[in-house]
Nanobody, 115 residues
Framework: QVQLVESGGGLVQPGGSLRLSCVAS????????VAWYRQAPGKQRELSAA???????NYADSVKGRFTISRDNAKRTIYLQMNGLKPEDTAVYYC?????????WGQGTQVTVSS
């Protein structure tokens, strides 16, 4: 059974930084693409960043140039470095990996950007 656990969220002022982590219960990030999604209150969940098993990254236009996704296979961990945070980045952030036809999600971590 694959389990994903996110951490690193919190309250930060506009312009600040946070680094989110997503730890997997098994070594899957070496073999599958993984993504960070976010869901703001009253809005649909949306893709923020993704990284393939080969290391190719992809970002939503709204976070490009500010967020960086990376992977440490030895630690079974995916990171999302978020710089230049804006109030509109406030959301619950989730990591997701798809294996076959099954999507595995973490429980999410809250990020609040406010002065």
């Amino acid at each position: 059974q694959v389990q994903l656990v996110e951490s690193g969220g919190g309250l930060v002022q506009p312009g600040g930084s946070l680094r989110l982590s997503c730890v997997a219960s098994v070594n899957i990030f070496s073999f599958y693409a993984v993504a960070w999604y976010r869901q703001a209150p009253g809005k649909q969940r949306e893709l923020s960043a993704a990284i393939t098993s080969g290391g190719t990254t992809n970002y939503a236009d709204s976070v490009k140039g500010r967020f960086t996704i990376s992977r440490d296979n030895a630690k079974r961990t995916i990171y999302l470095q978020m710089n230049g945070l804006k109030p509109e980045d406030t959301a619950v952030y989730y990591c997701k990996v798809r294996i076959g036809s099954i999507d595995y999600w973490g429980q999410g971590t809250q990020v609040t950007v406010s002065s």
